[in-house]
């Protein structure tokens, strides 16, 4: 083995650093996806002069990590672009012992910061193959997380939604109510300049008035209407400003649920955009010939026999989405086994649906697939849900 003086180790002999193309096959798809954004592998495949526009992000993905088996320039290139970006996280961890390196990966798989670390921990000499097995199973579950993250913050989404909306329509009450309070207090103050005006003329005349009795009875009477008409200014003055401080109120929180809501979207399209990429990878590792021309996929042909067929737009969504070609059969043999078998040669893989399918078509599997050294699986559910748990699996037994 090669060595090189480690400058943090005082002239201690450490191992030299494992390069990407040493690395198992079925490492280089998750490094890409975990490692580096796809704006990143783009940049490098452009200096590569690929026409890197002409490719959607899967088809990017793809490429790249078919040129991680052995070495050339983009092999060497993105090894060179990990070591650089990943800099601090090589000299702090690279040359870790296993007991220390494992603790400080859960610390960081707690807190969601292992891009660094994995690049670390996978091209780390010292470190053991069960270590870098659990680590790679741990960056591997994430994928299967994602999903259900990605529905929780569609919920909230929705959730926040409906909360604002409440809040703009009460604010709309509150600013028709305090337009309707400013209409009254304008007219209680015309009201009471009015009187005051009267009380005065009033004044005025009783000075030359030998009738003083009735002066003071039509003052008093004044005075006391013009009380009723202060406290009532008062009391619209009251909920008026009442009315203004609720609606500050609710603009404040309206903003902030525009905020949250704002937070709940970009969180909903980076968990979709990683969902969609860790399931595309998880068909790269099965569909990617080692020895491949750049971007030459395999899909792997999925047969299901029974099932909903009012579910089959969705069923094949759900199966092309990771990596399979979809077919489907109802499960009906009224014209003949002829056709299912024809199927079931065509097929790499068979979901045989046991709660909505015929006997004859779930016996003509159980008989036919092994003859025909077909692989199949039995379904107990053949929901949406029951069927992506199926392909998880078989996906997990062929990464295995």
Not at 15 to 36: A, D, Q
Not at 277 to 300: T, V
């Amino acid at each position: 083995m090669k060595t090189k003086i480690n400058s943090c180790s005082a002239g201690l002999l450490m191992p030299e650093r494992k390069k990407i193309w040493e690395l198992r096959p079925n490492l280089h798809c998750s490094i890409c996806g975990t490692c580096l954004s796809i704006e990143e592998q783009r940049q490098i495949l452009k200096k590569m002069k690929v026409p890197e526009k002409d490719y959607r992000d899967y088809e990017i993905h793809a490429i790249v990590a078919n040129n991680l088996f052995r070495e050339n320039m983009v092999s060497c290139m993105i090894n060179a672009y990990l070591d650089k970006k990943y800099r601090v996280e090589i000299a702090r961890f690279g040359f870790l012992e296993e007991a220390k390196l494992m603790m400080i990966w859960r610390d960081k798989m707690a807190e969601g910061d292992i891009c660094g670390l994995y690049w670390a921990v996978l091209t780390n000499p010292l470190l053991p193959e069960e270590s870098i097995n659990r680590v790679v199973g741990e960056v591997h579950m994430l994928s299967h997380l994602n999903g259900g993250l990605c529905r929780q913050e569609r919920m909230k989404l929705k959730r926040l939604a409906e909360e604002k909306q409440k809040y703009v329509v009460r604010l709309r009450q509150c600013r028709s109510r305090e337009k309707e309070l400013a209409a009254e207090l304008d007219a209680a103050r015309i009201c009471i300049a009015k009187m005051e005006r009267q009380l005065q003329e009033q004044n005025t005349r009783s000075r030359s008035s030998e009738d003083g009795q009735d002066y003071r009875q039509m003052l008093n009477s004044l005075k006391i209407e013009n009380n009723e008409l202060r406290l009532k200014l008062e009391e619209l003055n009251r909920k008026c400003q009442d009315y203004k401080e609720e609606s500050r109120q609710l603009l404040r929180d309206n903003d902030e649920l525009e905020k949250q809501v704002r937070q709940q979207k970009e969180a909903i399209i980076q968990l979709c955009r990683e969902s969609k990429m860790m399931a595309r990878c998880q068909a790269l590792d099965s569909g990617i010939s080692a020895g491949g021309e750049a971007g030459e996929i395999k899909k792997r042909r999925l047969l299901l026999v029974g099932g909903n067929s009012g579910l089959n737009n969705h069923y094949r969504d759900l199966i092309n989405g990771m990596g399979w070609e979809f077919r489907h059969h109802d499960g009906c043999l009224n014209g003949g086994r002829q056709s299912l078998t024809e199927m079931l040669k065509w097929s790499d893989l068979i979901l045989c649906s046991l709660d909505a399918n015929s006997h004859g078509a779930v016996h003509c599997v159980k008989e036919l697939a092994p003859k025909l050294h077909k692989e199949y699986r039995l379904l107990g559910n053949s929901s949406l849900s029951g069927i992506s748990r199926a392909l998880a699996e078989q996906s997990d037994t062929c990464t295995a």
